[in-house]
């Protein structure tokens, strides 16, 4: 089993930055993949950024070239930094592993808002 921490949301302007981090434990060595995914209400969870194993990132169009996924290894930790934020990157944001066996985990979620 693993388990997922996120911090880092909070009030933004649009334009600004923010970075969260989420640091995973437990079943590390089975992680596949990490990622962020966020949702907001009367909507479906979306893929915001995703890091496979084999080191490919998937970005959704929306965020392409103002978001960047990264990793640290040695912290079992992912990261998105999100620059040049708009009022519709709103929403709860988790982070996300899937396992060898196709399990996935989430964290808590960690609300981002961006507003004027």
């Known amino acids: 089993q693993v388990q997922l921490v996120e911090s880092g949301g909070g009030l933004v302007q649009p334009g600004e930055s923010l970075t969260l981090s989420c640091l995973a434990s437990g079943s590390i060595v089975s992680i596949v993949s990490m990622g962020w995914y966020r949702q907001v209400p009367g909507k479906e969870r979306e893929l915001v950024a995703r890091?496979?194993?084999?080191?490919?990132?998937d970005y959704a169009d929306s965020v392409k070239g103002r978001f960047t996924l990264s990793r640290n290894d040695l912290k079992n930790a992912v990261y998105l930094q999100m620059n040049r934020l708009k009022p519709e990157d709103t929403a709860v944001y988790y982070c996300?592993?899937?396992?060898?066996?196709?399990?996935?985990?989430w964290g808590q979620g960690t609300r981002v808002t961006v507003s004027s």
């Open positions: 996300n592993a899937r396992t060898q066996q196709n399990i996935d985990s």
């Open positions: 890091l496979t194993r084999g080191g490919n990132i």
